[in-house]
Structure formats: structure tokens, C-alpha cells
């Protein structure tokens, strides 16, 4: 699904040079649920941002999905980012004036797709993260973990092969945190693969794997290991999901 | 993917609708003031002429003073009326196709059946040829003919302004009404016609009001009727008759000639200057041989009808345009820059460079539409008070300033045109944000 190979990254000022990544390779499998763990400044997110193809990078190989992505043009990447790829984020970043039918909208605008199946996959998207009674409230209306659980909608509405949570529990309390890790397992066993950063070493335990970044490099990882519930073909999509979750 | 920009662009204008309001009062602003200074340039720029303007001419030459130049300005230009003598002397050119010779006059007009009060009408002494070279359109009847101008005969030609004055606008052909007592007859009443500027009487003022009657140039030296427009002289002479003046080195009248191909200008250039060259031989022009024959955009532009302060306030006043936009692309960046957390998730969610670029320029283009409209109707109202209460005052050219819907949608265009111009810096700016930086701190 996503293969880097010393990819290295470079952050520069008129002073310093801070090398986020170094040589950083990375292998991870379709259906994986990897977790990436390490301390404050490592590079974790830089990696987060290289993988979504939000940040260019100095040097090496990453292939997105078979497709080498290092040379592609910004409507490219636009392209395969929105296609492919579902972005969750700690804090959320919801549409503060967007009700929740559209923010979850968005990714779908992009895509340039009809209207009727556009409110389909919302509906089915919401229904999975069971906030589909609240397609008319607008963030500021909703508690934390369903705000976190409307981005995971929008992440899921557009039916990705990869998606890619930077804390996504980070702002949510523990009953909270459970039942969005217990959905993120969820969507994974339908076949979607995810990528999380996390310090939380109860929630990177949950994970198939765990890789360690330090210093811009992986310094620890755990081989691969087929989870042992079945996974159906990826492309079911928020149909399918939607049928698991009722 | 438009309607999606436009109802975004409408949804940023409700989340500041301050800002938004004080973007769009800056085009407004701008755009208004540029629509009635252009407003006002235009009108004074014009050409009446039209397809014309090229073969009707304007002859001058040069009778003025050995010791000083007539134009302290360009003291290569020659007069821009004519003696009698001279004026006179060009109309017996055969050269023209058309040709005339006039000035302005006036005097009291009445009815000899008490049906109108006596009242001064502007009068233009003129030729035969004045209504067809001038293309002036009648209402009723014509122009007289050229025998009426050797008569001369007691004839002339009322403005419908004047026709409404002296019979209320009926039909007045072949009535008559007394000009300084003596009878004249009506043959022709014009229709509405405002050539704008008054391009063959400039030296009269360019933005004056049309006469209100028309009767054949040689009454002039029967009636002894004096000029009532501009009279310079040079030459100290003793004038203590009319006819004196008549024989004068003062300028007071005009010629205006058609000439229809390139040959026949050129004889008559050639026939300007002989005149003049024999002219010398009798003591007169004692100036070098300076003559000019002018179009009608050569005539304008000689007497300065679009004056420099006129040039020089629409140029300040797109400068004026120039600062509120400048002040308008500040406005955009900060509110784009505030909205980049915004645009960085569109990103992430794939939005490309080029779509953030597209719906931000839509913002700046509905921002400039508004400003446009708004502005579009200030000027409106610009124009209309300055037409109501300093256009009598102030400025000729501003009391027939025209409610012209042409000038809106310029200025309209020019705010949408300006707009997209003020948002593009911004736009390419938030387009090329990097979005990572931004998704920590949404």
C-alpha cells in the first residue's frame, strides 16, 4: 500500500537546518493497521504529512498504492490524495460554518461527483459513525468525540485505501478515545488500511504493528503480522461499511 | 465547481460581514469616482463628427500680430476665427464641396400677432450648407437655400427650442416673427440635436448651449448685427462704424469647408496659401506663411476641448482606483491568510493548488461585482448631483453630463476586472500555502 525508501526531509532557515526525516523507509502492507509511536519533534508527523503527500521531501522513493508519487504535479497528488488517501486529525479540523452533512461534503466536492451520489455516501458515512440524526448541526453543536467522529465520516465518505490519523484521541476522554479506536478497528477490518500516530502506548498496542520514529528515523518496528479476523476485498466501500456497523 | 466557489465566497462573506463590507465600499469608492470623472471626460472628448469628422476641415491662418504669436502656449499655432475679409474671401472658393462661414450673434425675437413675448434668442449668422455639412436633423421644413444667402432673404431656421418658445412647438413653416424688428420666415425648425461637444464654434465654448435660431450670414452686414460670441483684435485700428469692424484685423468668425477626397484638400491647402501670399502683397499677414487646415479631431485637440486638468483628473482619479485596490488586495490577503487553517484541510482533503486559487479569485470576483454595482450607482448619483447643483456653476461640460448607461457598465467591468486583479495576488498566495503547517493548529 505504501512503500518509502530513504526518503529524507529537510525543514531550513536562514540558520538551522533540522533534518525531520533521515534515510526514512517504510513498508506498510494493504490492510495494515500500523501505529507510529515516538517521542515530541521525532518526525512522526512529518512522515504523517510526506505519506498523505501534503509535504515534499528532499530525496528517496515513496510509492502510494504502486504509483511513484515523488515527481507528480500538485493536481496529481491533489488527485490521488483525495482518491486515495482519508485524513483524520487530533483536533478535528471540521468546517466551523459547514453543518455536518457538508463538511463531510468536502472531500466529495473535490471529486467532482454527482449530487445524488454525493448524499449518498454522506448519508452512508454518517449512518457508520452514527450521526446521521445530526446532519444539520454544525460543529459547535457537537461534543468533542462526535466532532472527531464526523471527520472520521468525511475520511471515510470518499472510500480510501489509506487512512492516516495523526492523534486521533488526542483531545477525546478515554470512553471517548475507546469508541473511536473501536470504529477506526472497525473500518480497518473492512479492509481499509491505517496509518496512526500516537503517544498513547495502549492504543499503539491495538494496532497490528507499531513502528518507533526517533530522530527522523525508524528506530524500532514489529514485523508485519496478518490480523486473524478475515478481511473482505478492499472497495466496499461506505456501503458495506455501513451495513457492518448497523 | 463555480456554484461551489460562489456559495463558499457567499458563506466567507456571512462568517466577516464587516470586512466583506468594507472591501466592497473601497471598489465602490473607487469605481464612483472614476465613473464620474470618465463620465465627464468622455463627454468632453467626444466626437459628434463621427465618420465625417475627416473630410470636414476647419481652415486657419495666420493674420495675427508680426511682434507676438496668438497662442502664448504654442506660438506655432495661427488664429482660430477669421476677419470678415477673410472669411468672406475663403467662402468664394470653388475648391469645397460644401463650405460655410458664420458667428454668433443674437437679439430679440417677437411676433408681430403679440403671440409671443419679446425674448433674446441666440442666433447663429450661417450659410446654406451649416444644417447638411453639420448633418443637422429637422422637424419640420429644411435649410434655405443659396440664393436665400445672396438675397439675402428674410428666412431663417428656429431650434425646436426655439420653435416652442416662439409658437409652442407647432408646426411654424411659413409663419413669421420679427428679429430686431425686422420680419423674418420660417423654413425650417430643427429637431433635438446636442452635438457634444459644439465642435464647429470651440471658440464660442465647446459645452455652450446650441442658438435658437438660424438666418443667413449676410443679414449680418445689412443689419449690422455684432458678433456676441468671442472678438480679438491685434492691430490698433480705429473702428467707429460697423462696417469699420468689417474691415478689421478682428477675428470673430469661422469657416468650416467640406472636402471630400485627398486632391481636393490638397487644393485647397494650396489655395489657403496663396491667399495668404497674396494677401502679403497688399500689406496684410505679416506674419511667415502659417497656415493649417484642420478635421474635426485635428480642430479639437488645437482648442484643447479636452483640456490638461481634465486629462490629469481622470488620471487621478484611476490612481484613486488604484489605492482603494491596493488597500483591497490588504484586505483580501488578511482575510485570506486568516481562512489558511481553512484552505490547509481543503487540501488535505484534495483540493488542489489550483482549486484553492479558483475559489478564493471567485471570492475577490464577487467582492468586485458588489463593489462594481455599488460603486456603479454612487457614481450615478455622482453625476446627478453634479448635473443638479454645480452644473451651471462650475464647469460647462458637466451640465450636459449624460446618465449613460455605456459608462455604468464600463465602470462595472473595470470593478470586476480590478477586483479579480486585487484578489490574484492573494488567491496564488493561500494556493500556494503549505497545508501541513496548518493542521496542528486549526
Given at each position: 500500500m505504501l512503500s518509502m525508501t530513504n526518503v529524507s526531509k529537510i525543514f531550513r532557515t536562514d540558520l538551522i537546518e533540522t533534518?525531520?526525516?533521515?534515510?526514512f523507509s517504510l513498508e506498510v502492507k494493504a490492510g495494515e493497521f500500523l501505529a507510529v509511536t515516538g517521542p515530541s519533534g521525532s518526525g512522526k508527523t512529518t512522515f504523517l504529512n510526506i505519506a498523505g503527500l501534503l509535504e515534499p521531501y528532499e530525496s528517496g522513493s515513496y510509492k502510494l498504492d504502486d504509483v511513484e508519487?515523488?515527481?507528480?504535479s500538485d493536481d496529481v497528488r491533489s488527485g490521488l490524495r483525495n482518491q486515495k488517501i482519508g485524513f483524520i486529525f487530533q483536533s478535528f479540523n471540521?468546517?466551523?460554518?459547514?453543518n455536518v452533512f457538508d463538511n463531510v461534503d468536502v472531500p466529495l466536492r473535490y471529486r467532482r461527483m454527482k449530487s445524488a451520489e454525493r448524499h449518498k455516501r454522506i448519508t452512508n458515512a454518517l449512518e457508520i459513525v452514527g450521526l446521521a440524526a445530526r446532519m444539520?448541526?454544525?460543529?459547535?453543536?457537537?461534543?468533542g468525540g462526535q466532532q472527531q467522529r464526523v471527520a472520521i465520516a468525511r475520511a471515510l465518505a470518499g472510500d480510501p485505501k489509506l487512512i492516516l490519523a495523526d492523534?486521533?484521541?488526542?483531545?477525546?476522554?478515554s470512553l471517548m478515545a475507546r469508541q473511536v479506536l473501536e470504529l477506526l478497528e472497525k473500518i480497518n477490518e473492512m479492509g481499509t488500511t491505517i496509518i496512526m500516530v500516537t503517544h498513547d502506548p495502549e492504543l499503539a498496542r491495538r494496532a497490528h504493528r507499531n513502528v518507533q520514529v526517533v530522530d527522523g528515523q525508524i528506530s524500532d518496528f514489529k514485523p508485519y503480522e496478518p490480523h486473524p479476523t478475515p478481511t473482505p476485498a478492499h472497495g466496499a466501500g461506505v456501503g458495506a461499511l455501513a451495513t457492518a456497523g448497523a | 465547481m463555480f456554484a461551489y466557489y460562489l456559495e463558499l465566497a457567499l458563506r466567507s462573506f456571512k462568517r466577516n460581514p464587516g470586512l466583506t463590507a468594507l472591501m466592497v465600499f473601497a471598489i465602490a469608492l473607487g469605481i464612483s469616482v472614476c465613473m464620474i470623472t470618465l463620465t465627464t471626460y468622455r463627454a468632453a472628448s467626444?466626437?459628434?463628427?463621427?465618420?465625417?469628422s475627416s473630410i470636414l476641415f476647419a481652415p486657419s491662418i495666420d493674420s495675427w500680430d508680426p511682434n507676438q504669436s496668438y497662442d502664448d502656449r504654442d506660438k506655432t499655432l495661427a488664429p482660430t476665427m477669421l476677419t470678415y475679409r477673410d472669411a468672406r474671401a475663403l467662402y468664394?472658393?470653388?475648391?469645397?464641396?460644401r463650405k460655410v462661414i458664420m458667428y454668433k450673434s443674437g437679439g430679440t425675437y417677437r411676433r408681430a400677432d403679440k403671440g409671443m413675448a419679446p425674448q433674446y434668442f441666440a442666433t447663429r449668422m450661417t450659410t446654406a450648407d451649416f444644417f447638411a455639412m453639420f448633418e443637422v436633423p429637422f422637424l419640420y421644413g429644411g435649410a434655405w437655400d443659396a440664393k436665400a444667402d445672396a438675397g439675402p432673404d428674410p428666412v431663417l431656421v428656429l431650434s425646436k427650442k426655439g420653435n416652442q418658445e416662439a409658437f409652442?412647438?407647432?408646426?411654424?413653416?411659413g409663419k413669421t416673427v420679427l428679429f430686431k424688428n425686422r420680419e423674418f420666415r420660417v423654413v425650417g425648425v430643427l429637431d433635438d440635436?446636442?452635438?457634444?461637444?459644439?465642435?464647429?464654434d470651440v471658440s464660442n465654448g465647446a459645452f455652450q448651449d446650441l442658438e435658437d435660431a438660424y438666418v443667413p450670414f449676410s443679414w449680418g452686414q445689412v443689419m449690422e448685427l455684432g458678433s456676441h460670441g468671442n472678438t480679438n483684435c491685434w492691430k490698433t485700428e480705429v473702428i467707429d462704424s460697423f462696417q469699420a469692424f468689417l474691415n478689421s484685423e478682428c477675428i470673430s468668425f469661422e469657416a468650416w469647408v467640406e472636402l471630400r477626397t485627398a486632391e481636393k484638400q490638397r487644393a485647397y491647402r494650396e489655395f489657403l496659401d496663396n491667399y495668404v501670399v497674396e494677401q502679403k502683397k497688399h500689406?496684410?499677414?505679416?506674419?511667415?506663411?502659417n497656415n493649417y487646415l484642420y478635421d474635426v479631431d485635428g480642430w479639437l485637440e488645437r482648442n484643447q476641448v479636452v483640456q490638461d486638468d481634465n486629462k490629469a483628473m481622470l488620471t487621478m482619479a484611476f490612481a484613486f482606483l488604484a489605492v482603494c485596490l491596493v488597500n483591497t488586495v490588504g484586505l483580501l490577503l488578511a482575510k485570506f491568510l486568516n481562512a489558511a487553517p481553512s484552505a490547509g484541510v481543503r487540501r488535505a482533503l484534495g483540493a488542489s493548488r489550483r482549486d484553492i486559487f479558483w475559489q478564493h479569485l471567485t471570492e475577490s470576483g464577487v467582492v468586485a461585482l458588489a463593489g462594481g454595482m455599488v460603486g456603479g450607482l454612487l457614481g450615478l448619483c455622482g453625476i446627478w448631483a453634479l448635473r443638479a447643483w454645480y452644473g451651471r456653476f462650475v464647469?460647462?461640460?458637466?451640465?450636459?453630463l449624460p446618465f449613460d448607461e455605456a459608462n455604468f457598465l464600463i465602470c462595472v467591468a473595470i470593478a470586476i476586472a480590478a477586483g479579480i486583479a486585487a484578489g490574484l495576488y492573494p488567491a496564488w498566495r493561500i494556493g500556494r500555502a503549505a497545508p501541513a503547517s496548518y493542521l496542528k493548529v486549526q
Amino acid at each position: 500500500m505504501l512503500s518509502m525508501t530513504n526518503v529524507s526531509k529537510i525543514f531550513r532557515t536562514d540558520l538551522i537546518e533540522t533534518h525531520a526525516l533521515r534515510n526514512f523507509s517504510l513498508e506498510v502492507k494493504a490492510g495494515e493497521f500500523l501505529a507510529v509511536t515516538g517521542p515530541s519533534g521525532s518526525g512522526k508527523t512529518t512522515f504523517l504529512n510526506i505519506a498523505g503527500l501534503l509535504e515534499p521531501y528532499e530525496s528517496g522513493s515513496y510509492k502510494l498504492d504502486d504509483v511513484e508519487v515523488t515527481d507528480l504535479s500538485d493536481d496529481v497528488r491533489s488527485g490521488l490524495r483525495n482518491q486515495k488517501i482519508g485524513f483524520i486529525f487530533q483536533s478535528f479540523n471540521l468546517m466551523p460554518d459547514l453543518n455536518v452533512f457538508d463538511n463531510v461534503d468536502v472531500p466529495l466536492r473535490y471529486r467532482r461527483m454527482k449530487s445524488a451520489e454525493r448524499h449518498k455516501r454522506i448519508t452512508n458515512a454518517l449512518e457508520i459513525v452514527g450521526l446521521a440524526a445530526r446532519m444539520k448541526h454544525v460543529p459547535a453543536q457537537l461534543s468533542g468525540g462526535q466532532q472527531q467522529r464526523v471527520a472520521i465520516a468525511r475520511a471515510l465518505a470518499g472510500d480510501p485505501k489509506l487512512i492516516l490519523a495523526d492523534e486521533p484521541t488526542g483531545n477525546l476522554d478515554s470512553l471517548m478515545a475507546r469508541q473511536v479506536l473501536e470504529l477506526l478497528e472497525k473500518i480497518n477490518e473492512m479492509g481499509t488500511t491505517i496509518i496512526m500516530v500516537t503517544h498513547d502506548p495502549e492504543l499503539a498496542r491495538r494496532a497490528h504493528r507499531n513502528v518507533q520514529v526517533v530522530d527522523g528515523q525508524i528506530s524500532d518496528f514489529k514485523p508485519y503480522e496478518p490480523h486473524p479476523t478475515p478481511t473482505p476485498a478492499h472497495g466496499a466501500g461506505v456501503g458495506a461499511l455501513a451495513t457492518a456497523g448497523a | 465547481m463555480f456554484a461551489y466557489y460562489l456559495e463558499l465566497a457567499l458563506r466567507s462573506f456571512k462568517r466577516n460581514p464587516g470586512l466583506t463590507a468594507l472591501m466592497v465600499f473601497a471598489i465602490a469608492l473607487g469605481i464612483s469616482v472614476c465613473m464620474i470623472t470618465l463620465t465627464t471626460y468622455r463627454a468632453a472628448s467626444a466626437n459628434p463628427a463621427g465618420d465625417r469628422s475627416s473630410i470636414l476641415f476647419a481652415p486657419s491662418i495666420d493674420s495675427w500680430d508680426p511682434n507676438q504669436s496668438y497662442d502664448d502656449r504654442d506660438k506655432t499655432l495661427a488664429p482660430t476665427m477669421l476677419t470678415y475679409r477673410d472669411a468672406r474671401a475663403l467662402y468664394a472658393s470653388g475648391i469645397p464641396d460644401r463650405k460655410v462661414i458664420m458667428y454668433k450673434s443674437g437679439g430679440t425675437y417677437r411676433r408681430a400677432d403679440k403671440g409671443m413675448a419679446p425674448q433674446y434668442f441666440a442666433t447663429r449668422m450661417t450659410t446654406a450648407d451649416f444644417f447638411a455639412m453639420f448633418e443637422v436633423p429637422f422637424l419640420y421644413g429644411g435649410a434655405w437655400d443659396a440664393k436665400a444667402d445672396a438675397g439675402p432673404d428674410p428666412v431663417l431656421v428656429l431650434s425646436k427650442k426655439g420653435n416652442q418658445e416662439a409658437f409652442g412647438g407647432v408646426n411654424s413653416i411659413g409663419k413669421t416673427v420679427l428679429f430686431k424688428n425686422r420680419e423674418f420666415r420660417v423654413v425650417g425648425v430643427l429637431d433635438d440635436w446636442e452635438p457634444m461637444p459644439k465642435y464647429f464654434d470651440v471658440s464660442n465654448g465647446a459645452f455652450q448651449d446650441l442658438e435658437d435660431a438660424y438666418v443667413p450670414f449676410s443679414w449680418g452686414q445689412v443689419m449690422e448685427l455684432g458678433s456676441h460670441g468671442n472678438t480679438n483684435c491685434w492691430k490698433t485700428e480705429v473702428i467707429d462704424s460697423f462696417q469699420a469692424f468689417l474691415n478689421s484685423e478682428c477675428i470673430s468668425f469661422e469657416a468650416w469647408v467640406e472636402l471630400r477626397t485627398a486632391e481636393k484638400q490638397r487644393a485647397y491647402r494650396e489655395f489657403l496659401d496663396n491667399y495668404v501670399v497674396e494677401q502679403k502683397k497688399h500689406g496684410r499677414f505679416p506674419r511667415p506663411l502659417n497656415n493649417y487646415l484642420y478635421d474635426v479631431d485635428g480642430w479639437l485637440e488645437r482648442n484643447q476641448v479636452v483640456q490638461d486638468d481634465n486629462k490629469a483628473m481622470l488620471t487621478m482619479a484611476f490612481a484613486f482606483l488604484a489605492v482603494c485596490l491596493v488597500n483591497t488586495v490588504g484586505l483580501l490577503l488578511a482575510k485570506f491568510l486568516n481562512a489558511a487553517p481553512s484552505a490547509g484541510v481543503r487540501r488535505a482533503l484534495g483540493a488542489s493548488r489550483r482549486d484553492i486559487f479558483w475559489q478564493h479569485l471567485t471570492e475577490s470576483g464577487v467582492v468586485a461585482l458588489a463593489g462594481g454595482m455599488v460603486g456603479g450607482l454612487l457614481g450615478l448619483c455622482g453625476i446627478w448631483a453634479l448635473r443638479a447643483w454645480y452644473g451651471r456653476f462650475v464647469d460647462e461640460a458637466t451640465r450636459a453630463l449624460p446618465f449613460d448607461e455605456a459608462n455604468f457598465l464600463i465602470c462595472v467591468a473595470i470593478a470586476i476586472a480590478a477586483g479579480i486583479a486585487a484578489g490574484l495576488y492573494p488567491a496564488w498566495r493561500i494556493g500556494r500555502a503549505a497545508p501541513a503547517s496548518y493542521l496542528k493548529v486549526q
